[in-house]
Nanobody
Framework: QVQLVESGGGLVQAGGSLRLSCVAS????????MGWFRQAPGKEREFVAR????????DYVYSVKGRFTISRDNAKNTVYLQMNSLKPEDTAVYYC????????????????WGQGTQVTVSS
């Protein structure tokens, strides 16, 4: 059974940075497409970024392009989300997700999820 554990969330002022990490266990991490999603209070879960197994393809939601960077280290079974120039509207619970096949932007394409880590950006 694949397990995903996120860390790195916290409280930061607007304009600051955070780096989220997600460590995977129980499956062939290097073959998975990995994604980050977020859910703010009262809103639906939304796609943030995704990276293919080879790191050759990365996609971002428009609102974070140029500010967030997704990366992975297959030797460490870890995917990262570097978040710079944070804004109050980035406040949400951030979830790591894994897909055994190639996956895109929909949460339905991901079969494994972490428990989430809270990111709060103060103005």
């Amino acid at each position: 059974q694949v397990q995903l554990v996120e860390s790195g969330g916290g409280l930061v002022q607007a304009g600051g940075s955070l780096r989220l990490s997600c460590v995977a266990s129980g499956g062939p991490f290097s073959t998975y497409t990995m994604g980050w999603f977020r859910q703010a209070p009262g809103k639906e879960r939304e796609f943030v970024a995704r990276i293919t197994w080879s790191s050759l393809s990365r996609d971002y939601v428009y609102s974070v392009k140029g500010r967030f960077t997704i990366s992975r280290d297959n030797a460490k079974n870890t995917v990262y989300l570097q978040m710079n120039s944070l804004k109050p509207e980035d406040t949400a619970v951030y979830y790591c997700a894994a897909a055994e096949r190639g996956a895109g932007l929909s949460s339905y394409e991901y079969g494994y999820w972490g428990q989430g880590t809270q990111v709060t950006v103060s103005s």
